[in-house]
């Protein structure tokens, strides 16, 4: 079974999120470990680009919590993000800020790298016909290929009695 856990990091990554707020890209740090001095800002970087913008710490019944905002024009892509402070050097948070474009949300990722992609399941039954003759013969092929062939051939024959 999956572990469907976050991976231990300097913010709570559960209750952090970023989202679009008054034409701005707005990110929320939910209860940041490291010491957060005078001005603290975040980093984004996107290979050899990089953004800064000031956060500021915000501490009530809900908890405590680093936002930031920026202008939503420079952004785009899958952004890595840092925490820079007069308190200590800059720390790597586990997160990554996912933009794809000007009118869809923005995403909190966790990790601070993608993991491996994977390859689709050749198994797994893809339907591209928009007619339903059309889907029920491309799955009805794809469920025949992977049958032993005496039983695939009982099936065809099932098949072409019932089209008559």
């Known amino acids: 079974m999956g572990n469907s856990r976050p991976p231990a990091a300097v913010i709570d990554l559960v209750d952090s999120y970023a989202r679009r ?73 586990e997160a990554r800020l996912l933009v794809q474009g000007p009118k869809r949300p923005v995403v909190l990722l966790w990790g601070r790298n993608p993991g491996p992609s994977r390859l689709p399941d050749s198994n797994r039954v893809e339907i591209q016909d928009a007619q339903p003759v059309g889907a029920a013969r491309s799955v009805a092929r794809k469920v025949v290929s992977v049958l032993p062939e005496k039983r695939a051939e009982q099936l065809r024959r099932q098949v072409r009695r019932l089209r008559g």
């Open 21 to 93: 707020r008054n034409g701005q890209v707005e990110i929320v740090l939910a209860d940041p470990q490291s010491p957060i001095g005078e001005n603290p800002v975040l980093v984004l970087r996107q290979d050899q680009r990089k953004l800064k913008a000031p956060a500021q710490l915000v501490e009530d019944e809900s908890g405590r919590r680093l936002v930031a905002t920026l202008a939503p024009g420079n952004l785009r892509g899958t952004w890595r993000i840092a925490l820079k402070s007069d308190a200590g050097p800059r720390v790597r948070v």
